[in-house]
């Protein structure tokens, strides 16, 4: 239905992807400059690769933007340090990631069907697009961080219908507390059970058989965590939707957390699921290094939040560049209420339309509102959108010069470019004796 309105964007020239056979016969391919050996493994298509650079979430104007902005302003202020916030934002970090940290460091078992290459984008036998934002988990953990947002796009071979799209974006987080943090106001409590020792985590028999905790750690250290987890998450639900928002916590299971759940909002008369999250696997924090925690950590789907806030129908309008849909999320305020009208099946035609002003009049004081009216006047409904291209001084005869894009669409039906030349020309006419300009 939306076919015409997609362009998913072709290669841009810094950007290579290309196959390639090198010496020896070796089969090697380029991403974003860097090249890599293909095996048998290998599934990832240009098509596919051709998504790597669009960078969505980063668009000013995209709603995956709007979105990620009023999650990590949540984020943001509710968790300061010092009049600091307390979580850093990585939202830069490359998709192409090794199989150690999109399944070996989450302990996700080698057999786990998510590992199959029937669900992933495999550059090669090592090395696949990241199916998850949670791959970045561990090395920041290394890295000392204890409070993060891992924002990107996401790569998963899976169906393609208006909630689902082979590339999506996540937003990830951890937020990790020592004892006299948790327990601020019960210095009496622990984290973790008098038995275990923190400086020798792996002697502790590990366990999830527990439906509420993970063995190392007390029934309260678990029960308050789930609890601030749970709590800040639906507080950002409500901090996006209001708070009269329906939801639902589902129990779940992820190899990275224990106990886990998932958040489901009722959207569009039927329940969706939003985000999964849990008690992050004391193993994972004790391989990356601080043995002295306990953490939460949860991924959030991006486009499903922003399908639900904005009221857009299939997930591929994210991809659009089309101006119709594009000018309704432009210079908006991040918190602005913007509900999605739908853009028009049929294509768009541009015409620009040039003039030079009289002497009476400068490219400062020609007032664009008037002509935006005039234009509708004469167009009608036809008219999608109108934007200012081009300001112009002449360096010789001073005259000054508008260049305006008129993009025409018919809500019903295909436009033929002779109408639109036509109603084209009587915008001319009317602007020419309106304004007393010469169109050029
Ligand atoms: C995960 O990806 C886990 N890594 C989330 C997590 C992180 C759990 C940390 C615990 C701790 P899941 O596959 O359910 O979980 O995806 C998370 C969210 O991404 C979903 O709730 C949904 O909002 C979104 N999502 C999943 N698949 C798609 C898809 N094909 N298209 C659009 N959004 C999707
Ligand atoms: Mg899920």
């Known amino acids: ?74 984020f943001y202020s509710s968790f300061t340090h010092r009049g600091n916030p307390s979580f850093s934002v990585y939202d830069n970090l490359s998709p192409v990631v090794s199989i150690k940290q999109n399944f070996d460091d989450l302990l996700i078992p080698v057999d786990h069907p998510s590992r199959a290459k029937s669900d992933c984008y495999y550059v090669n036998n090592s090395t696949l697009l990241r199916a998850h934002m949670t791959a970045h988990q561990s090395e920041l953990l290394r890295a000392g961080l204890d409070n993060f947002l891992m924002i990107g796009d996401v790569y998963r071979r899976d169906e393609i219908d208006s909630t689902h799209f082979p590339v999506f974006h996540q937003v990830d987080a951890v937020r990790s507390q020592r004892k006299e943090q948790l327990f601020e106001n019960h210095p009496g409590l622990e984290i973790f059970d008098p038995t275990f020792d923190p400086s020798n985590p792996f002697a502790f028999p590990i366990s999830i058989s527990d439906p509420a905790k993970q063995s190392c750690h007390t029934l309260e250290a678990a029960k308050l965590m789930e ?15 209001g708070t009269e928002i329906k939801h639902r916590w589902v129990d779940e299971y992820f190899p990275f957390t224990h106990p886990s759940w998932e958040l489901e909002i009722f959207y569009d008369n039927k329940w969706m699921e939003v985000l999964g999250c849990g008690i992050v696997r004391n193993e994972i924090l004790a391989n990356a290094g601080p ?32 101006s119709g849909f594009v000018s309704q999320f432009q210079n908006k305020n991040v918190n602005a209420k913007i509900t999605y009208k739908p ?16 002497p009476s009049l400068t490219i400062d004081t020609f007032v664009h509102n008037d002509f935006y009216d005039l234009v509708r006047d004469v167009g009608g409904d036809i008219i999608e959108q109108v934007r200012i291209k081009d300001k112009f001084v002449h360096p010789k005869s001073k005259k000054h010069s508008l260049c305006y894009s008129i993009i025409y669409r018919h809500l019903e039906r295909t436009l033929t470019q002779v109408e639109v030349n036509e109603v084209h020309k009587d915008i001319e006419k009317a602007v020419t004796t309106a304004f007393n300009v010469s169109i050029r």
Request: proline fraction near 5%.
């Open 1 to 74: 239905m939306t076919r015409i309105l997609i362009r998913t964007g072709g290669f841009i020239p810094n950007f290579k992807c290309k196959y390639s056979t090198a010496p020896k016969s070796v089969a090697t391919i380029q991403i974003a400059g860097k090249e890599y050996l293909t095996d048998n493994y290998t599934n990832v298509t240009p098509k596919i690769l051709s998504y790597l650079n669009r960078n969505l979430h980063l668009r000013k104007d995209n709603p995956l933007s709007l979105v990620r902005q009023r999650i990590v302003n949540y």
């Open 291 to 322: 043995n002295n925690s306990i953490a939460y950590a949860f991924g959030l789907g991006l486009e499903r939040l922003a399908m639900a806030l904005y009221k857009i129908p299939d997930i591929r309008l994210m991809w659009s560049e089309d």
């Open 343 to 358: 853009v028009s099946i049929y294509p768009q035609c541009t015409n620009d339309l040039s003039f030079w002003l009289p």
């Open 227 to 241: 609890a601030q987890l749970k709590n800040h998450l639906l507080g950002l639900v409500k901090a996006l939707f």
